[in-house]
C-alpha cells in the first residue's frame, strides 16, 4: 500500500502519517495490527518472556498480572520489538493514569507548562482543573482549557532537553520510585534485568494531537530498552525503519498495553499519526471502577492504591478525550558516566528531525513535534 501512495518529494513514511492522520474521509484501518486479537494474521509472532523474573506478588504490587498471564507478541522483521496487550490487573490502570495526570505534572517534574508560564501559576496544575473537569460540561459556548488540557508533556528523572536532545546531570530530579518498580518489572519480565528508569517523558495527547516522525536516539546506551506505557484513547503507531523514509507498520495501541523497544528495533523510526476515539464513554469497568468496588484488593505493602471516586471522576472524563503515554529510558549503562560537557555534540538533530520547530510564548523550544495541525506536523 504505501508505495502506491508515494507522492512527489514525499517519502513512504510521511504519506501514511499522513494517510492515518487524515479525517476526511477517515482512512481505512484495515491494515493497522491489531495486538488485542491475538496471533491474528500473518504479521504477528509469539514472544516469550522470563516466567520466573518477577515474583507474582512483586507483580500485583504494581498492578500487573503475574508474568505467566502477560500475552506477549512481537512483528516478522522487526527483531526486539515487543508488545505486551495490557497486562494490567483488572481495575488497577486507573492507578497509574491518576499518576499521571495528578501526581507526575507536580514539581519539581518539569511541564511543557514552565515554558511560559510562572512556577505559582504551575503550582497545581490537577487542583487548578480538578473542580472543572468533575462538574459535567455546560454544554453551551466553548469553555477555556484546563491547564491539564493544557498539559502536552511532563519530563522525569534526567530532563530531555529539546533544544540540544540531551540529558544531562545538572538536571536531574528524583526518579518516581513507584513508576521506577513498574518499569523495572516489565523489563525483567521482558528479558531485560537490571534495567533503571533513568528518565521519562510522558505524553498528554487530546483527540487531534500527533507525534512526529522520530527516532529516541539521545539516551547513552541503546543495549538498554525503551518502554512505552499507553492509557486512555487508543492510538495509532507507525512503526519504521533504520532510516526515516522506510515505510512503516501501522499498529494499534490500546490504554494498559506495554510496548518495548529493545534490539534491533530499538532505533527503529516511529510516529503516532492519530488518537482515536474508542473507548466508551464512561471508561469500561475494567479501567474504571473495579478496584474502588473491591474486586481487586491491593495487597499490603502494595504500591497501588485505590483511586477515590472523586480523583476517578476527574481522570475518566480527562481520558474519555485524550491519550497518555509515558516513555522511559535507561540513559546511562552500567558504570557509564556522562561525557564531558566540552566533548558532547551539542545536538544530535540530524536524524531526529521530526521533531520540528515549535513556538510557545516566543521560545524556540519544547516538544514541537507534537502538534495539533497535519502541515506543522512533519
Ligand atoms: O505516544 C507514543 O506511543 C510514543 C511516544 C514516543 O515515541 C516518545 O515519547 O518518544
Ligand atoms: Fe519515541
Not at 499518576?99 to 505534572?105: A, V
Not at 477555556?144 to 529539546?162: D, F, I, M
Not at 538536571?171 to 531485560?192: E, M
Amino acid at each position: 500500500m504505501a508505495a502506491s501512495m508515494v507522492e512527489h518529494g514525499e517519502d513512504a513514511f510521511r504519506t501514511l502519517f499522513r494517510f492515518y492522520r487524515r479525517k476526511h474521509p477517515p482512512p481505512d484501518l484495515r491494515n493497522v495490527v491489531d495486538f488485542s486479537k491475538g496471533l491474528d494474521g500473518d504479521k504477528v509472532l509469539s514472544v516469550s518472556l522470563d516466567l520466573t523474573a518477577v515474583s507474582d506478588g512483586a507483580a500485583s504490587g504494581v498492578g500487573l498480572r503475574p508474568v505467566r498471564e502477560w500475552r506477549a507478541f512481537g512483528l516478522h522483521g522487526y527483531p526486539g520489538f515487543i508488545i505486551i496487550a495490557n497486562p494490567f490487573l483488572q481495575g488497577c490502570q486507573p492507578f497509574w493514569v491518576r499518576q499521571c495526570l495528578k501526581m507526575y505534572p507536580q514539581k519539581p517534574n518539569v511541564c511543557n507548562l514552565d515554558m511560559h508560564m510562572s512556577p505559582v501559576d504551575t503550582d497545581d496544575i490537577w487542583g487548578k482543573s480538578a473542580n472543572v473537569l468533575r462538574s459535567p460540561p455546560c454544554g453551551k459556548k466553548k469553555e477555556p482549557k484546563t491547564l491539564l488540557e493544557k498539559l502536552r508533556w511532563v519530563t522525569l528523572g534526567y530532563h530531555y532537553n529539546w533544544n540540544t536532545k540531551t540529558y544531562s546531570p545538572d538536571h536531574y530530579t528524583p526518579f518516581p520510585a513507584d513508576l521506577h518498580s513498574l518499569s523495572g518489572l516489565i523489563a525483567a519480565g521482558a528479558g531485560f534485568p537490571g534495567f533503571h528508569a533513568e528518565a521519562g517523558i510522558l505524553n498528554y495527547y487530546r483527540s487531534d494531537s500527533s507525534l512526529g516522525i522520530h527516532v529516541d536516539e539521545s539516551e547513552l546506551d541503546h543495549t538498554r530498552p525503551l518502554l512505552s506505557f499507553c492509557f486512555g484513547q487508543s492510538a495509532i503507531f507507525l512503526l519504521g525503519g533504520t532510516r526515516r523514509e522506510d515505510p512503516p507498520t501501522a499498529m494499534y495501541m490500546h490504554s494498559g498495553d506495554v510496548m518495548v523497544m529493545s534490539g534491533q528495533s530499538r532505533l527503529l523510526y516511529h510516529a503516532v499519526p492519530r488518537i482515536l476515539q474508542d473507548l466508551p464513554s464512561p471508561p469500561p469497568a475494567g479501567l474504571g471502577t473495579a478496584l474502588r468496588t473491591g474486586q481487586v484488593s491491593p495487597e499490603q505493602g502494595s504500591l497501588v492504591e485505590e483511586v477515590s471516586e472523586e480523583d476517578w471522576a476527574v481522570c475518566s472524563r480527562y481520558i474519555q478525550s485524550s491519550r497518555v503515554n509515558m516513555t522511559i529510558r535507561q540513559v546511562l549503562g552500567p558504570g557509564q558516566s556522562f561525557p564531558d560537557i566540552r566533548t558532547t555534540k551539542d545536538s544530535d538533530a540530524g536524524p531526529t528531525d521530526g521533531y520540528g520547530e515549535g513556538d510557545t510564548g516566543g521560545q524556540k523550544r519544547r516538544r514541537s513535534n507534537y502538534s495539533e495541525t497535519e502541515s506543522s506536523n512533519t
